[in-house]
């Protein structure tokens, strides 16, 4: 049998982070050896408590969760609960769970664990404070990171929280700047290029509906508001589901693909706060710090994710995918 493998997400969930988590606990392949949160789309003890929520359907309420960091490094925090809602899972107030492991430390946790491994996955799909304070306490520790998949930045494609600027960044840019400075493996950027094609639009929501009706109702009440949120900001009929690709990606890496390169995060105050910016044809010739992601298969992402989370027959997405998802005539 094939080893597991190992794996620690950082997240602040967050409809999207709540979906990836989902993605993660329901990937046998998967050993997720902890969750930790950060100050992120909602507070960290809101994103707590959503990640209990999640343990909690997917029955895995042996995993434990750890706090992280209350507030950027040195910006002042910014939420996106005008994204997903107060309660950050799109005002669906689902019961608090309190059977769960809760606590503390979320960096020291992070070092520890990859210190005692050599073989763990760090996949960080909020902003980037926690792994920022990690390395800074032990960059040691990182040497011995398998892998970092990172969902934030953007290359061509443009931003969510200004003309060129993604949330994760921009909300800790000084924290995504460290990391890229000084991350001793190489960084998976998933950034709004290729996230911006996944799309749950109302067809897949119905597919669900139609093939496992307790999950989508789940779903139905979390993305809601972020639909509501979709149609005023961007004229999206669905909803943008960022976080799930890295876990897709650490899944099947053919999901996705790019090219390596230097990236450098602007931590300038104005207008370009937050970018991501890619030296694609190598101006200042630094080594790669990140592979940046450029092209994604949608519709294999989608098949993945839809026969986790709701079981649907692989045969039956094969045929009806590519229909409801725009690609065929
Ligand atoms: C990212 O920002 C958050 O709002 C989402 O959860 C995702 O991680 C997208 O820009
Ligand atoms: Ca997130």
Redesign the pocket.
């Known amino acids: 049998m094939n080893k597991r493998k190992k794996v620690v997400i950082d997240c ?1 969930p ?4 709540f979906l990836a988590l989902w993605l993660a606990l329901r990937s046998p392949e998967l050993d997720v050896m902890g969750i930790t949160i950060v100050a ?2 909602v507070p960290v003890e809101q994103g707590v408590k959503n990640a209990l929520k999640v343990l909690k359907i997917t029955n895995r309420l042996d995993i434990p969760v750890y706090a992280g960091a209350q507030k950027p490094l040195k910006k002042p925090y910014i939420s ?1 609960q005008d ?2 809602g107060e309660d950050g899972l799109g005002e669906s107030d689902f019961e608090d769970v309190t059977n769960g492991i809760c606590r503390q430390n979320a960096s020291e946790f992070l070092n520890k664990t990859l210190m005692a491994n050599s073989d763990v996955t760090v996949i960080a ?2 902003p980037l404070t926690n792994i920022a304070i990690a390395m800074q306490k032990d960059i040691q520790a990182w040497k011995k990171c398998k892998a970092l998949i990172s ?2 930045g953007a290359f061509k494609s443009y931003g ?1 929280c200004s003309p060129v600027a ?3 960044y921009w909300c800790d840019p000084d924290a995504a700047s460290y990391v890229y400075k000084h991350s001793p493996v190489l960084i998976t950027m998933v950034g ?1 290029d290729v ?1 911006r094609k996944i799309v749950l639009t109302p067809n897949i929501l119905e597919l669900i509906q139609q093939e496992n009706s307790e999950v989508a109702s789940v779903i139905r009440k979390i993305t809601r508001f972020y639909f509501d949120f979709h149609w005023k900001q961007e004229k999206v009929i669905g909803c943008v589901i ?2 799930p690709l890295t876990v897709a990606l650490l899944l099947d890496p053919e999901i996705c693909s790019g090219f390596k390169s230097y990236v450098q995060i602007n931590t300038d105050s104005g207008i370009g706060n937050g970018q991501s910016i890619v030296d694609e044809k190598s101006f200042y010739h630094h080594d790669a710090n990140a592979k940046v992601l450029t092209q994604v298969d949608s519709i294999k992402f989608m098949k993945l994710f839809l026969n986790r989370i709701a079981e649907i027959d692989l045969g039956l997405l094969d045929q009806i995918l590519p229909a409801i998802m725009g690609e065929k005539d």
């Open positions: 602040d967050g409809i999207d982070d992120g789309n996106a994204t997903h799909i909020g969902m934030g969510n993604e949330y994760n709004l996230t960022n976080d």
